[in-house]
Structures are given as C-alpha cells and as structure tokens.
C-alpha cells in the first residue's frame, strides 16, 4: 500500500529556513520520484520540484533560488528545504509521488495528507 | 512555462447533471493532462490521466476527453460526494502547472 507522509514544523519566522520531510511507504525511492507541490491559503496548486528515482531534481524557476530536495533512500525519506522565508510561503505542503511515461507524462497518483506551514511573526 | 487556463472558476449543479470543466493549455502538450478532485481540508486525488484514463478505483461516471487543444472533464449525473474542487495538471515540460480550479458545489 503506498503511503505518503509529510512532516516538520507548523510555525516559521520570516527568514528562517524550512525543513520538511516526507516519509514513504510501499514503493522505494530507488524505483520512483518524489514531487512536492504548495498550496497557499485559500488558493491553487503550485508544482515546487521533484526529485527523481537516479536522484536527480528539478525545480520551479519560481522558488529554485531558495529551494532543495534531497532523500536518504534508506530511510525512505525525502527532505525540503526552503530557505528566505516569507509570509506569502504559507500554505500547505504536499509531497506526492510522480507517474511518468512517454504515454501519461507526469501526473501524480499518490498524494500525503498535507502540513500545513505558517510563516509568521 | 505552459499556461493552464481552466473553466469555469465556480459551478452549481443540481444531483443528476451532467457538468463538464475545460482546461487549455498556452501551447500543445499531447495527452499530458491529468485531472484532480480535492475536497475541503484534503489532499488532491487523481481522476483521471494521459488526458481520457480513468485512474484505479474511481467511479466510472467521471470521463476525460480531448478535442484539439482543450481537454474536458465530464462527471456525468452529479452525485453529492462529487463536489470538491477539481484541477488540471499538464504533465508536458517542466514546471509542470496546474490550472486555477474550479469549485463544484451542488445547487
């Protein structure tokens, strides 16, 4: 059964850095990506990067600057870092796990429940 | 990055309609269009993908359908648990973009 799991904290500072993991079960990451996608308030989805099964990434020009994944396989364990943060990065945070093919493209089939993320003073 | 322009933003339906969401992308990305419900206080949950493949386990009354460059979302005889909001996603190039969503609500 897959599962997705995020976690980390609930409550940021402006300018401090935020570190999220996302914990995965029923498939390994050695045989399928990790993509995370921010949803502020109230509003629409928004890709952030992933990070692929040869653990390679990519990431939105948008949040690149300030934006890592990495994974600790073993673990089966993805991690987001964002740093500079920003009142307007609150929002939930998602990881999901990508589906792509030369027939489907990229799509997610597997979603975590979501940390909510408040960057406030 | 690749524009997904979806309508309409809101829709009120009655039980038993038919309603149908469009999505068009700025430029041509094939079958690489995904579909997504997300209900309040959830994550997203995928319909349908590669444009008219209905994902595992979900109900045969939602198709996805293509004509040229707009792609279409049908839920056929709304039922209460269809609303939600649903978004696209073109799974083309990289950032890969989601479209605006539209809120379902039953009338």
Known sequence: QVQLEESGPGLMQPSETLSLTCTVSGFSLTSNGVGWVRQPLGKGLVWMGTIWAGGSTNYNSAVQSRLSISRDTSKSQVFLKMNSLQPEDTGTYYCARPHINYYSGYYFDYWGQGVMVTVSS | ?107
């Open chain 2, 1 to 107: 990055d690749i524009q997904m322009t979806q309508s309409p933003a809101s829709l009120s339906a009655s039980l038993e309609e038919i309603v149908t969401i469009t999505c068009q992308p700025s430029q041509d990305i094939g079958n690489y269009l995904s579909w997504y419900q997300q209900k309040p206080g959830k994550s997203p949950q995928l319909l349908i993908h590669s444009a008219t493949s209905l994902a595992d386990g979900v109900p045969s009354g939602f198709s996805g359908s293509r004509s040229g460059t707009q792609y279409s979302l049908k839920i056929n005889r709304l039922q209460v648990e269809d609303t939600g909001i649903y978004y696209c996603l073109q799974g083309y190039s990289a950032p890969y973009t989601f479209g605006a969503g539209t809120k379902l609500e039953l009338k």
